[in-house]
């Protein structure tokens, strides 16, 4: 099983809301990403989470906090959101890398489109 | 730094014909490259990766790509195209300069593949 859940799958929500975003894996993964994804553009990398402890924040903004409850779950805390940020958002997993370096592959969700009003 | 570069916008192919997306890559030390691809609206599929080993690698959906070291190129391709084929493609690599134990993909700026009935 190579599934990534995410929910919800569609998000309306105006800039004085607090919402959030759930990511789910069972695949044994220890790495779990949170990307920002524009139409026709490639997913940005917002962050990483490794053994979930929080290793890279690609300089979000504080209106995104991220949470890894534990190695299964990952979310994603929205609030005072701008319309700029409405777009697609992917969660992924992978396994983490060996020692040695050895790239592990990434399973993305089918994402969050979210529409900020 | 590390980066990836996918020269076509868009990629058009008759149905039944073979098809390539044209995949180059700048790392330091060995890369760690992967095909995506995308459908409308969801969330991006793994096709294949290249860790080690052979330089023709073989994926889903029929799909291969070749690494050449030489050329630093990663190209995807298929011998004969379906329709249902159509959709947005993503070369990516992993950034390998971080350090084992956080995982950072770059991705491509996306091809779109449109194959024609």
């Known amino acids: 099983d190579t599934e990534v859940t995410q929910t919800p799958k569609h998000l309306v929500m105006g800039m004085t809301n607090k919402k959030s975003l759930k990511c789910e894996q069972h695949?044994?993964?220890?790495?779990m990403y949170w990307y920002k994804q524009k139409a026709k553009k490639p997913p940005e990398l917002m962050f990483v989470?490794?053994?979930?402890?929080?290793?890279i924040n690609e300089s979000v903004p504080s209106r995104f906090s991220p949470e890894c409850p534990n190695s299964s779950l990952l979310n994603l805390h929205l609030h005072a959101l701008q319309p700029e940020d409405s777009a697609l958002y992917l969660c992924?997993?992978?396994?983490?890398?060996?020692?040695?370096?050895?790239?592990?592959?990434?399973?993305f969700g089918p994402g969050t489109r979210l529409t900020v009003l | 730094a590390q980066s990836v570069a996918q020269p076509e916008d868009q990629v058009n192919v008759a149905e039944g014909n073979p098809l390539t997306v044209k995949c180059t890559y700048s790392?330091?030390?060995?890369?760690?490259l992967f095909w995506y691809v995308q459908y409308p609206n969801r969330g991006l599929q793994f096709l294949l990766k290249?860790?080690?080993?052979?330089?023709l690698v073989k994926g889903s959906y029929g799909f291969e790509a070749e690494f050449n070291k030489s050329q630093t190129s990663f190209h995807l391709k298929k011998p004969s195209a379906l329709v249902s084929d159509s959709a947005l493609y993503f070369c990516?690599?992993?950034?390998?300069?971080?350090?084992?134990?956080?995982?950072?993909?770059?991705f491509g700026t996306g091809t779109r593949l449109k194959v024609l009935a």
């Open positions: 992924a997993s992978s396994l983490p890398g060996l020692a040695g370096g050895q790239a592990d592959t990434q399973y």
């Open positions: 695949m044994g993964h220890r790495a």
């Open positions: 989470y490794s053994y979930e402890k929080l290793s």
């Open positions: 790392v330091s030390g060995n890369p760690y």
């Open positions: 290249y860790i080690t080993g052979d330089n």
């Open positions: 990516a690599v992993r950034d390998t300069s971080l350090g084992s134990g956080t995982y950072k993909y770059i």
